[in-house]
């Protein structure tokens, strides 16, 4: 379920990006959030984004909140671009239930991230991945599981071991990586 389809970055790889399909922006309210979610009773794993930045929606964490709610065994995640992890929400990331939080980097080195995340600072969202991590151990807490997202592209294929080497400096729980390229 997409939650907003605002994004504070303007990836290649994006659709939006693109402008392939011209669409009005904005965010789903919790009435509507929760619509959606009745139809699907016995839904096992949600992720609660699409094109748009998770953090940028007003209903996030109370989304979460609710599902982890009426559906405990279904796991929830979102996959952020890191941006606005900021102390404060990652506060409420670790509170709300949440049990996977992914950030999509696809670079390795601040020269690949620059040129397929437009607009992004991978010093500043390494720092917030830090800051998550230690935060998180701090609480005691296992989850949310924390991963690095890689979609590689025909900009960005040569970049995969030092992304691999960047996730494991930073110390995240998994990696995922994705084709994209042509």
Known sequence: IELTNRCNLACTQCLRSLGLKPYKLGSLDMD???????????????????????FMSPILFDAVAHVRKARPWCKVLIYTNGMLMNEENIAKALRCGLTELNVSLDGGTIDTYRRVRRGGKLDVVCDNIRNFLRMRNEAGLSHPRMGLNFVMLNDNEGDLPAFLELAHELGVDYVN??????
């Open 32 to 54: 509507g959030f929760k619509q959606l979610l009745d139809q699907f009773p016995h839904v096992m794993h949600l992720s609660l984004n699409g094109f748009g930045e998770p």
């Open 177 to 182: 990586c994705v084709t994209y390229a042509t």
